[in-house]
């Protein structure tokens, strides 16, 4: 089955920790973004990628680092430096043409 | 820069009633997406519809319609004799037809329907 995976579902960390969050899509799509939500928000821009080897700062990508070195993976590292880390984090793909983009299930990162 | 707005932050009704979800943009692109998105308990968003903003028709499928008016700069979303399957947040999005693809959502509407 085609479709894009997150693990763990569920992650806690202390205060301090870098953090990985994994994204994996065997969708063979092009694209590929990191997305927060808080709780009653809606969804907020953290990094994204078009092209194996690139990827650009979305609208809150302070404190966040992510590489893609794999069409079909794409990581965000949460660092220290994230002020306030604990949210819901979603991975989506897309194929860059028609627009769409797909999600995988998310991750909730809680940081104490 | 993109901006959306979902002025209802929360919707009740009884099943089988009707209801619509508002969603009005922003935009300084000539043509653009529009989406709407379904999250349900569980987490996970749930493409539901993508429309062009040089297509204008309205889109039925089952018991969802689309309403797409750009003089408005509005794109609502009507579910017709709600179920309890529906209950969820629905986000509505806009992205770019090209360069930055990456979806504006606005802030949700939670919809509850019961039984």
């Known amino acids: 089955d085609g479709g894009i995976t997150q693990s763990p579902k569920y992650l806690f960390r202390k205060e301090g920790q870098n953090v990985t969050l994994s994204c994996e899509q065997n969708?063979?799509?092009?694209?590929m973004y990191w997305y927060r939500q808080d709780p009653g928000q809606g969804l907020r821009l953290i990094y994204y990628s078009q092209i194996v080897n690139d990827f650009q700062k979305g609208d809150i990508a302070e404190g966040y680092s992510v590489s893609r070195e794999k069409k079909e993976s794409f990581p965000l590292t949460v660092t220290s430096a994230q002020k306030n880390p604990t949210a819901f984090y979603l991975c989506a793909s897309s194929t860059g043409l028609l627009g769409e983009q797909y999600f995988g299930p998310g991750t909730r990162l809680t940081v104490t | 820069a993109q901006k959306v707005t979902q002025a209802q932050t929360e919707i009740s009704v009884v099943e089988k009633e009707d209801v619509t979800l508002d969603c009005v943009y922003e935009t300084r692109d000539t043509t653009y997406y529009l989406f709407w998105y379904k999250q349900p308990p569980s987490g996970e968003l749930v493409f539901l519809i993508r429309?062009?903003?040089?297509?204008?028709q309205n889109e039925i499928s089952g018991r969802y319609s689309w309403n797409f008016q750009k003089s408005t700069s509005s794109f609502n979303f009507t579910i017709t004799a709600s179920q309890v399957v529906d209950s969820a947040v629905y986000f509505c999005a806009l992205s770019a037809y090209t360069g930055r693809r990456a979806l504006t959502f606005g802030s949700g509407t939670r919809l509850q329907v019961q039984p």
């Open positions: 429309r062009n903003s040089f297509d204008e």
């Open positions: 969708l063979n799509h092009d694209a």
